[in-house]
């Protein structure tokens, strides 16, 4: 996993869509009540790299990247 890499909106977006997860699915998943903080993260008003959830993000975006390579093959 890639701990230095820095979360954008655009990123986390590509990755829950890669996942098949809604905003509310992502949130449930990495341990979040506020769905409106995704929103704002995909949005650019928030940095999700400052969020206490950011390790569980990474995770995420993983997965999806993992998930897309597989899909290519």
Do not use: C, F
């Amino acid at each position: 996993m890639i701990e230095d890499a820095p979360l954008t909106g655009k990123s986390i977006t590509k990755a829950r869509e890669t996942l098949g997860l809604t905003q509310e699915d992502l949130a449930k998943r990495i341990g979040m009540k506020r769905v409106l903080t995704i929103s704002r993260w995909e949005n650019g008003h928030r940095d999700p790299n400052l969020s206490p959830y950011r390790s569980e993000l990474l995770k995420v975006v993983e997965a999806a990247t993992t998930a897309r390579k597989e899909m290519k093959r």
